[in-house]
C-alpha cells in the first residue's frame, strides 16, 4: 500500500548518519518536512539531488521545514557521503527497505533500482505533495513550491 496526498506519514525510526536512532515524531508532526528517498550514495544523480537540497538548506529552514534523505546504503556509506559533501541535514538508513516499503515507493528502471521519490508533509505530518521522477533536481524545486503555499 502506497501513502497518497493527504494521508498522515506513519511513525518510523532508522538510524541516522550519526550512528543515532532517530524517531520520526521528534520531527514529523511538528513542523513541514520534507523526506526524500533516493537510489544510492555518491553516484551521480544522487549526489547533485543531495547537494542540491544542501545548496539550498538555508531556504527550507527558513521554511520551518526539515529534510531528511532516506536510502538503503549503510550507515558507513551515509557517514562518507555526509562528510564528503557536507551534507547538513539528516541522512538515514533504510538497509532492510522497510520505511520505503511503508511509503509504497517504487521501484525504477524495470524494477532493479530503488526509486526516487520526495514527499513534503505539513507541521501536522498530512502529505501535501508525493513527486516521484528520476531526475534529481527537480525534487528540490516542486519541494520548495509547496512548502511556500503552506
Request: proline letters at 4%; aromatic letters at 10%.
Amino acid at each position: 500500500m502506497s501513502l497518497k496526498v493527504g494521508d498522515v506519514i506513519p511513525n518510523f525510526s532508522a538510524i541516522d548518519h550519526h550512528g543515532n536512532v532517530f524517531e520520526s515524531d521528534t520531527v514529523i508532526g511538528k513542523k513541514p518536512t520534507v523526506i526524500y528517498f533516493y537510489p544510492k550514495d555518491d553516484t551521480r544523480v544522487c549526489t547533485e539531488q543531495a547537494c542540491s537540497f544542501r545548496d539550498q538548506y538555508e531556504d527550507f529552514k527558513a521554511l520551518g521545514a526539515e529534510v531528511i534523505g532516506i536510502s538503503g546504503d549503510s550507515l558507513q556509506s551515509h557517514i562518507a557521503f555526509a562528510n564528503k559533501h557536507q551534507l547538513p541535514f539528516i541522512l538515514l538508513s533504510d538497509s532492510d527497505k522497510k520505511i520505503r516499503k511503508t511509503f509504497g515507493v517504487p521501484n525504477d528502471y524495470l524494477g532493479l533500482i530503488p526509486g526516487r521519490a520526495t514527499y513534503v508533509a505539513d507541521a501536522t505530518g498530512v502529505i501535501q505533495l508525493i513527486f516521484d521522477s528520476t531526475s534529481g533536481k527537480i525534487h528540490i524545486e516542486k519541494a520548495l513550491e509547496i512548502l511556500k503555499t503552506m
